[in-house]
């Protein structure tokens, strides 16, 4: 079964730090981009973040970069995103996704991982 | 950026129904990289249309997307319970990816 599962939310204070985790199972993890899309409480879908395959190419949205940084292990199918530098409008459920390779589509989703930044 | 506007905001339609929504882009949309999503309450997002008008694994005929350039649409032919939602559109263009607001489906 395809499956990633998201960990690492939490409560953090303004201005703090936090590194997500997601664990991909049942598909060939190198072999795709892999993404984090967020959606802040009562609101829409916002793309935070991208990963080529091998890792060496990164995107970020306008309103993470400088702050966000992602990455991955492909020898541990695992995706990671640490975040720095965290504000209240970053307070979000955070999904890991997989892409669809050549659609520029997320065809799997993670359950999620809830980030709250507040004092 | 790409900006999706979705329309309308809100659908009220009867389970049996035919549901049309739509996603307009702010300038064209690469090589048809047009994709929608369903999402329940509590749940994570479903790739429902990708490449515009392609079904994603799974999904029943009742689902169907239309569209290119600037222009797209998401087609419910008939309406069953499960399929009252919010339905976002998503691109893909130059490392950067947007969705629309988002339609909520509801029932009547």
């Known amino acids: 079964e395809v499956q990633l599962v998201e960990s690492g939310g939490d409560l953090v204070q303004p201005g703090g730090s936090l590194r997500l985790s997601c664990a991909a199972s049942?598909?060939?993890?190198?072999?795709?981009?892999m993404h984090w899309v967020r959606q802040a409480p009562g609101k829409g879908l916002v793309w935070v973040s991208g990963?080529?395959?091998?890792?060496?190419?990164?995107y970020y949205a306008d309103s993470v970069k400088g702050r966000f940084t992602i990455s991955r292990d492909n020898a541990k199918n695992t995706l990671y995103l640490q975040m720095n530098s965290l504000r209240a409008e970053d307070t979000a459920v955070y999904y890991c996704?997989?892409?669809?390779?050549?659609?520029?589509?997320?065809?799997?989703w993670g359950q999620g991982t809830m980030v709250t930044v507040s004092s | 950026e790409i900006v999706l506007t979705q329309s309308p905001g809100t659908l009220s339609l009867s389970p049996g129904e035919r549901a049309t929504l739509s996603c307009r882009a702010s300038?064209?949309?690469?090589?048809?990289?047009l994709a929608w999503y369903q999402q329940k309450p509590g749940q994570a997002p479903r790739l429902l249309i990708y490449?515009?008008?392609s079904r994603a694994t799974g999904i029943p005929d009742r689902f169907s997307g239309s569209g290119s350039g600037t222009d797209f649409t998401l087609t419910i032919s008939r309406l069953e319970p499960e399929d009252f939602a919010v339905y976002y559109c998503?691109?893909?263009?130059?490392?950067?990816?947007?969705f629309g607001q988002g339609t909520n489906l509801e029932i009547k």
């Open positions: 996704v997989k892409d669809l390779r050549g659609w520029g589509a997320f065809d799997i």
């Open positions: 049942g598909f060939t993890f190198s072999s795709y981009w």
């Open positions: 990963v080529d395959s091998d890792g060496s190419g990164t």
């Open positions: 300038q064209s949309v690469s090589n048809s990289h």
């Open positions: 490449g515009a008008s």
């Open positions: 998503q691109q893909h263009g130059y490392s950067s990816y947007t």
